[in-house]
């Protein structure tokens, strides 16, 4: 009794009410109350008894297949052989897992599934960690009868660039055909033939391209799929390994860092139930190759011949020369940075400190310019749970597939399963189109018009008052101000009182570094404006901590000019990127799985990062590299370790007084955060849209899941899978532009023009073109001008 | 807006835009996929027709190839590989261009104890084919079936679809004769 108890009537007696959800059972002679519904096989485990499993898998539905969970169960009729993973338990159930009966039937399944599995466990990636080995050793018969030859298939055929599948190993469990259809909804995977030759495959020709294909290599049970970055690399029994937090996205999922000699090898999810549920995506889970591949591994000081090496004392006194000759020059607010939403919460707030206190500069901003303003952070804010548990999430951001993949996947399981509605606010077909309730495909800018229309309807607006609202609120086209998409986040919260926000921040810890203090004091200016400001000549020193404004930051004219208008420019930065290569000092920083610290989520979530392996060359973490440059400019911050930054985000940021160390040990899922109460809200935002001519087309940038950054560029595994520049135009517009799809066309606009393939895509509103942002072979943001509140261009055929 | 703008197709801002793709058109230009057509309308698109879908495909085409697959899978909203994973289940559904001429040597348990295999094996060696596959003048194609439900007629052979019953190893040869017209 909880919810439904009224507080008026108070129960009549003492006796304890009976629990209506409870189910009396007894699992191997002892008893256990288990929840109404509930299958044996999970029923089982809260009692303590594990029952062996290949085809269960607690975040999928239970599809009865592989036969390993046989149990025998006594429902009043006598004991009967049960499939424990399909069945849920009734009253006075009696479950028997370790019965003579039960442990023939367990011995019989093995038996089948290992008749054809070809125990090459000396060569498989899996043997150390398998289902199959530890369970065949502890129910197993240890004698086949079974002396014919098995089936033979091709040894490991490539179904996607990043997966290999051997079928001779696979017990057609059907874990990773299940999860590709019903988690990722990318059912690029099925079984094809049937009895004996029964195997998983694709559509011929049709790869298993999707974002999430590294789930499927690590809830197989077996060694029959394999991911290529970790074939052959280690032995499980060698693998050192720490939770952590990825932070290649800001959805924070949990995570399991493991190495070996030093060198980090293999991500693989955790299953925390607010965030992730176990799942990642590739590029998080891939991601880790660009730690080991083409690091700065020693400061750099630029000399007569260049960036030349040097020693961490040489070139922090250059470091702290150049923000002391920038302060003497036009004073503290001469001195700009922009960052720190690469690291840790402890370098943000570290960088903060450094900033704020010691240089005195009011232009901090964690944000390139490519998401939402900080203020948003200060609205009603809801969880990743809250999102899953509402009846309407209105999407009125980026592309989740894209950007925040594992978000994808909660938003997708919450459609699916919770039926969730989602109302949907697009400049082109997301991932979640297919799935939306209500869908409307606006042109940019028009995002206002779309919001007041969706709350005229009537349809609409009763499903809107209908129960909890969610909005998804974040920057869906980096060719638009983000004005438009403000005013109509306003505009819906202002028709939905009680709706909440979940702000669909994109890069790792951006909120984290927005909450501890890179965020500007007031009068201090955003990244545009401190970069408006460098290219008119007006900054004098600009320090860049992991931010590369030339790939990320939307308008690539005005980072090119602002990297040449200021004078003096630190970098601290992992890799040597566009930006880096600007400036006067490089210092070296440690990646992720290289310090330890904590990190923010979208929804402020804090969870711990942890430390696997030494940093690159000499580098060291940004915190570090913030106390060190403080104490050259004659200020001591009192770091002495990382746990002394945790120590003082907790006394000192407001919000995060909950995110002690001792609660992050306590909690597995992470503390949540509050935004501090100086986050102030925005003003209500007014944009005037200007017309459209009508030989122009509205340009979409967006971001794809793969592109030309860091990450991706630097892990051999994925950069190949950036899709490159294109433009993409409804195939209306590509007759009208008179080409085939496929050809070269001129875009131009008031910017610049380039030349790129066209495709015709239907997923494209009329008269607007769209192609990704920051693509191998090109960059559009040469064509985008910050200030305008959207971007026109021409497409001409050559 | 002005007139222009209208003609652009574009509206300012606002309702959804969608051009109906219709029925995909085939780019092939092949007619015989409005014969998959006549039969998608008939049952209205629904997925749990995909079997009927592609008994018609088959019987349309003479074999399943990757392109009729797709286009049954777009156009019941279906998963390519899942549509290719029931069409390499049932054992009738071919992927390959079949012969001129379909002998289906029927190898139940009656038709074996009559001896089927001596006919499969009579027929495999006169018209140089292998059980499953098609000569290599592309005349003949060999096939066994588990049972064909005429146990009575056993030892049955299928000619193009007509079943023969009481056969024997030269009788085949001989109504195979006579239907590839003798050529051997």
Redesign the interface.
């Known amino acids: 009794m909880t919810a439904t108890e009224n507080a008026g009537t108070p129960p009549t007696d003492d006796a304890p009410v009976p629990d209506p959800n409870a189910v009396q059972i007894t699992v191997n002679g002892v008893a256990h109350t288990a929840r109404k519904g509930q299958l044996v096989i999970e029923a089982a485990a809260d009692a303590g008894v594990y029952i062996p499993r290949f085809c269960y898998h607690e975040r999928m539905t239970p599809v009865g297949k592989c036969r390993m969970c046989l149990v025998e169960a006594d429902s009043g009729r006598g004991p009967a052989v049960t499939v424990s993973c399909m069945v849920p338990v009734m009253p006075d159930m009696k479950v028997e897992t370790e019965s003579p009966m039960a442990k023939r039937m367990q011995e019989g399944v093995l038996e089948l599934l290992l008749a054809n599995h070809p125990l090459d466990c000396p060569v498989c990636d899996k043997g150390g960690e398998c289902p199959l080995q530890d369970q065949t050793m502890t129910h197993g018969p240890g004698e086949s009868r079974f002396v014919e030859e098995k089936r033979h298939y091709e040894k490991p055929i490539p179904i996607s660039d990043l997966v290999f599948l051997d079928r001779e190993r696979c017990i057609l469990c059907d874990r990773c055909t299940r999860f590709a ?1 019903e988690v990722a909804g990318d ?8 009895g004996n030759t029964t195997q998983v ?6 790869p298993f391209a999707s974002y999430f294909s590294g789930n499927t290599v690590q809830i197989c049970p077996v060694g029959a799929l394999t991911a290529k970055p970790y074939r052959f690399k280690a032995r499980p029994w060698d693998l050192e390994e720490i939770e952590s937090t990825c932070t290649t996205c800001a959805v924070g999922c949990r995570t399991v860092v493991q190495s070996s000699r030093d060198e980090l090898l293999r991500s693989q999810g955790v299953d925390s139930d607010p965030v992730n549920w176990g799942w990642m995506c590739d590029k998080g889970r891939f991601g880790f190759e660009a730690v080991r591949t083409e690091r700065v591994t020693e400061p750099l000081v630029r000399t007569a011949h260049g960036l030349e090496p040097t020693g961490w004392n040489a070139a922090l006194r250059s470091a702290v020369q150049l923000i002391e000759d920038g302060k003497l020059a036009a004073g503290p607010s001469a001195v700009a940075v922009i960052g720190g939403a690469r690291g840790s919460n402890e370098d943000a707030f570290a960088w903060a400190r450094l900033a704020h206190d010691v240089i005195d500069t009011p232009h901090v901003y964690a944000q390139m310019g490519d998401g939402l303003p900080v203020g948003m952070l200060a609205m009603p804010r809801a969880t990743i749970d809250d999102t899953a548990a509402a009846s309407t999430i209105v999407l009125l951001g980026p592309d989740l597939k894209e950007e925040l993949p594992v978000l994808y996947l909660r938003v997708r399981d919450a459609v699916q399963k919770r039926r969730v509605r989602i109302v949907e606010f697009t400049p082109r077909e997301s991932g979640l189109t297919s799935l939306a309730w209500k ?5 940019p ?6 919001v007041r ?1 969706a709350l005229a309807d009537p349809e609409i607006a009763d499903q809107l008052a209908a129960g909890p609202v969610v909005v998804i609120a974040g920057r869906s086209n980096l060719a638009e101000s983000s004005g438009a998409t403000v005013q109509a986040v306003q505009t819906l919260l202002a028709g939905v009182p009680g709706a909440t926000v979940l702000p669909a921040f994109r890069r790792g810890n951006v909120v984290g570094a927005l909450q501890v203090g890179m965020r500007p004091r007031p009068g201090g200016l955003d990244t545009r404006g401190i970069l408006q400001a460098a290219a008119d000549g007006k900054i004098e020193c600009l320090v860049l901590v992991g931010a590369d404004p030339l790939a990320d930051f939307p308008d690539t004219d005005l980072a090119r000019r602002a990297l040449a208008g200021a004078r003096r420019i630190v970098s601290v930065d992992t890799h040597l990127s566009a930006s880096a290569q600007h400036a006067d000092v490089v210092l070296p920083a440690a990646a992720f799985g290289e310090k330890s610290g904590t990190t923010t989520n979208l929804e402020g979530r804090v969870t711990t990062l942890g430390r696997k392996v030494t940093a690159a060359g000499t580098s060291r973490p940004d915190w570090m590299i913030a106390t060190a440059i403080a104490r050259g400019l004659g200020t001591d911050l009192g770091f002495r370790s990382v746990d002394d930054v945790t120590d003082a985000i907790a006394r000192m940021v407001d919000g995060y007084e909950g995110v002690t160390r001792d609660a992050l040990a306590d909690s597995a899922d992470g503390v949540l955060s509050a935004p501090p109460a100086t986050i102030a809200a925005i003003d209500p935002v007014e944009v005037e ?1 200007p ?2 001519n ?1 030989y122009d087309y509205r340009l979409v940038v967006t971001r794809k899941l793969y592109d030309a950054g860091v990450t991706v560029s630097n892990s051999p595994s994925l950069a190949h899978l950036a899709p490159g520049q294109r433009v993409h135009l ?3 517009d590509v007759e009208r532009v008179g080409v085939q799809p496929g050809a070269d066309v001129r875009v131009s606009s008031s910017r610049s023009a380039a030349v790129m393939r066209v495709e015709a895509d ?1 997923t494209v ?4 073109a769209w192609i990704a942002f920051n693509q191998p072979g090109g960059n559009v943001g040469d064509l985008i001008d910050s200030t305008a509140i959207v971007t026109d261009v021409r497409i001409e055929n050559l | 807006m002005s007139d222009t703008a209208l003609e652009a197709g574009a509206s300012a801002s606002g309702s959804r835009h969608t051009v109906d793709p219709g029925r995909p058109e085939h780019p092939s230009g092949d007619d015989r996929f409005a014969l998959v057509d006549t039969h998608l309308r008939r049952v209205h698109d629904a997925q749990d027709q995909l079997i009927e879908t592609l008994h018609v495909a088959q019987d349309v085409f003479g074999f399943l190839s990757d392109d009729v697959l797709l286009y049954v899978a777009r156009a019941l909203r279906l998963p390519p590989s899942m549509v290719y994973g029931v069409a390499t289940f049932y054992h009738l559904f071919t992927f390959e261009p079949p012969g001129e001429h379909t002998c289906t040597v029927c190898t139940g348990t009656a038709c074996f104890v009559k001896g089927a295999d001596d006919i499969v094996a009579d027929v495999a060696t006169a018209h140089g084919v292998h059980v499953g596959d098609t000569s290599a003048d592309g005349r003949l194609t060999l096939r066994t079936a588990r049972c064909l439900g005429s146990c009575g007629l056993a030892p049955v052979v299928v000619l193009d679809g007509v079943v023969h019953g009481h056969q024997s190893p030269s009788g085949a040869l001989a109504l195979l004769d006579g239907e590839l017209g003798g050529v051997r």
Do not use: K, N, W
């Not at chain 1, 059912?187 to 094809?192: E, G, P, R, S």
């Not at chain 1, 800018?445 to 779309?450: H, K, N, R, T």
């Not at chain 1, 509103?765 to 607007?768: C, E, K, S």
């Open positions: 259809d059912a690029l995977i099925h079984f094809i033939s049937r495959m694709t559509f011929p020709d049709e869908s409307a495909v606006y042109e800018g028009g995002q206002v018009e779309a229309a849209v017309v459209r009508s409804h195939p209306l239907p509103l009329r008269g607007t």
